[in-house]
């Protein structure tokens, strides 16, 4: 997917100011973007279903600081459109689950003491 591509996509979905932008719908779309972008890199035809490699996660890093430094030192050598494509869906990623943290610490007292006892 390109750069236009993706704005184009981006607008759709959350309208040109991005006003339908919300914690649940910026995680529903960027989880639909990660399943698009799999299928568009590993799959011949772009049929979900119809892989042709294997992906294989060798993952050796100990800390998540470690996973972010190896995340961004990847993306430094990416082309320009994909590089701006990853960078602005993680901070819309960060940014919302901010406010959906920030959201619950605001409200989550209100509903203490309703979780049901363990059995």
């Not at 119809?50 to 430094?76: C, G, N, P, W």
């Amino acid at each position: 997917m390109n750069l236009e591509e993706f704005k184009t996509r981006v607008r759709q979905t959350f309208g040109e100011d991005l006003h339908r932008a919300s914690p649940a719908t910026v995680r529903d779309f960027l989880d639909r973007l990660q399943e698009d972008i799999h299928f568009e890199r590993y799959s011949g035809s772009n049929v979900p279903g119809q892989m042709e490699q294997r992906i294989q996660v060798d993952e050796s890093a100990k800390s998540y600081e470690e996973v972010m430094r190896t995340f961004f030192a990847h993306v430094l050598d990416l082309p320009p459109d994909e590089a701006m494509t990853m960078l602005w869906a993680v901070a819309f990623d960060l940014s919302y689950a901010i406010i959906a943290s920030h959201d619950a610490d605001r409200i989550g007292h209100l509903f203490r003491g309703l979780e049901e006892p363990a059995p």
